[in-house]
């Protein structure tokens, strides 16, 4: 094995494990969900992240004579950021409605979104592996969604495909205002917008106080210090050395761990239609991919 593919293989072991981290995330905003309000948690949840962030980079920042935050990433990050509370609100709210297995499996829909949103907004090209993918998404969301007797989706549903519209927006917009900004600014600076989004939010609109976070400590130490502060560090350290399809399917693996999660840890079963769902979910996102890997094969 010559050193490229170590460090590729060193690069898509990280992103397993960030996939692991974040899949299991859905397990604890389920169980975060019942103690607090989605704003409250958001806010919570992105501040203390940043925080982490910020007091993880103040050595070497003060080491190099460096300011806490760039001023490069002030725009982008707040612009990004507030996707991201877009996205993870609508995220948390469907939560809180559907199980973190479920959830997980329509969130992982932004994979597909992406290139027909970059193709919208980006005029990005389109290959027919996407249009192909989109279609066996739709056969999946079909069988995760009308479970009962009514065709029409539960609100939860709705949420979360509300949220995986802008996780696929979250993306795009990173990739285009990213360039130029250290990656580990434009983190902390977008996780301290959305927080202080989602803290604006809960004081206008929700009653949550301390003593709601101090019951659920556990699950807001997991997502803002490992999903959040970790996982998306992880992430950037993880694609490095990854080639981008190979490092989204590897991410995509974050659905099986949130079923893994919601079955292990909260005894969450779907019917043999939603596992059904789940598979053809991840069959879509790893077709979305493999189109955009021979895009790539034929455009070098």
Request: aromatic content about 8%.
């Amino acid at each position: 094995m010559n050193d490229r593919m170590r460090k590729e293989t060193r690069s898509l072991g990280i992103l397993l494990l960030t996939a692991a981290i974040w899949g299991f995330a859905f397990t604890a905003q389920k169980e975060g969900a019942a103690h607090m309000p989605a704003l409250a948690f958001g806010a919570w949840r992105h501040l203390l992240g940043a925080a982490a962030l910020f007091l993880f980079s103040l050595p070497g920042k003060r080491k190099r004579g460096e300011a806490l935050l760039d001023k490069r990433a002030v725009l982008p990050g707040a612009a990004i950021g507030t996707v991201l509370f877009l996205a993870s609100t609508l995220q948390q709210l469907g939560v809180e409605r559907i199980g973190p297995g479920k959830c997980g499996f329509l969130t992982a829909l932004y994979v597909v979104l992406v290139p027909l949103l970059g193709a919208l907004f980006f005029h990005k090209r389109t290959e027919a592996g996407t249009w192909a993918s989109l279609g066996l998404a739709v056969v999946a969301l079909y069988l995760l969604c009308a479970t009962g007797e009514s065709l029409i989706p539960e609100t939860g549903d709705l949420l979360a495909l509300a949220g995986a519209v802008f996780w696929a927006l979250h993306i795009l917009l990173t990739d285009r205002l990213s360039p130029g900004v250290s990656a580990f600014d434009l983190c902390a600076t977008q996780f301290l917008w959305c927080g202080l989004m989602a803290l604006a939010g809960t004081l206008l609109f929700e009653n949550a106080g301390v003593s709601d976070a101090l019951t659920i400590w556990p699950q807001l130490a997991y997502v803002s210090f490992l999903s959040t502060a970790v996982g998306y560090t992880l992430q950037t350290i993880g694609q490095r050395d990854a080639k981008p399809a190979h490092a989204a399917i590897v991410l995509s693996m974050e659905s099986v761990f949130s079923v893994l999660g919601g079955a292990l840890l909260l005894g969450e079963r779907m019917s043999w239609k939603g596992y059904l769902g789940c598979a053809l979910m991840l069959a879509a996102v790893i077709l979305s991919q493999l189109s955009s890997m021979k895009k790539g094969a034929a455009d070098v």
